[in-house]
């Protein structure tokens, strides 16, 4: 299995352009997070789906962020327009809700740098 | 609404010296709890889980961690650290089944020769 796949890895976008983060979350996974880290505010849960329905978007900063998830194996967060306050590593996680739960399984992040 | 706290943000021991690090709990219910390590420029990945099948849970890399729900701890323990153990570790807990994942601050472990 290839894992989470996020992209692009990197992303340098200057002030006021639109910003799309991508993820392809596990197969059969049924679960997607969206997270931000950054140093001062440390992990932040953004929006999560289940089944491909937005559950929780109590985090998303404000009406700037937006998150789609159209199928069961792609998820968009977009950015529009961007702010140097922006600027964070975001994940994606993905997660099958069964028995034997195993939390979830990260991307590797793509590093945000709005200038 | 369930929490982690991680005391201590830095931790550094000298290699082949116990690691210790310090994950409380709070929960209304018995929780899933989550051990995960980050190496720079990564994600995430999962160290061990709790879900009550045994308090002492043995994780990869020779971790491992015991659920104490008096103490409401879960803490990380490796006997003897290990160069390539250097990065940070981040608590987590939740109430159900794929829930949403509360994370702590993350400590980020330190080894020195």
């Known amino acids: 299995d290839a894992g989470v796949i996020q992209s692009p890895r990197h992303e340098v976008t200057e002030m006021g352009q639109e910003v799309t983060l991508r993820c392809k979350p596990i197969?059969?996974?049924?679960?997607l997070f969206w997270y931000r880290q950054t140093m001062m505010r440390g992990l932040e849960l953004l929006i999560y789906f289940n089944n491909n329905v937005p559950i929780d978007d109590s985090g998303m900063p404000e009406d700037r962020f937006s998150a789609k998830m159209p199928n069961a194996s792609f998820s968009t967060l977009k950015i529009q327009p961007s702010e140097p306050r922006d600027s964070a590593v975001y994940f994606c996680a993905s997660s099958l809700a069964d028995r034997g739960w195993n939390g979830y399984t990260f991307g590797s992040g793509t590093r945000l740098t709005v200038v | 609404a369930q929490s982690v706290t991680q005391l201590g943000s830095h931790v550094s021991v000298s290699e082949g010296a116990l690691v210790l690090l310090r994950c409380n709990y709070s929960s209304s219910v018995p929780p899933y709890l989550f051990w995960y390590v980050q190496y720079p420029n990564q994600g995430l990945q999962l160290l061990l889980k709790y879900t009550s099948a045994a308090t002492l849970v043995k994780g990869i890399n020779g971790f491992e961690a015991e659920f104490k729900k008096s103490e409401t701890s879960f803490h990380l323990t490796k006997p003897s650290a290990h160069m390539s153990d250097a990065a940070e570790y981040f608590c987590a807990v939740s109430r159900e089944t794929a829930s949403k994942l509360t994370f702590g601050t993350g400590t980020r472990l330190q080894v020195t020769l």
């Open positions: 197969s059969g996974h049924n679960s």
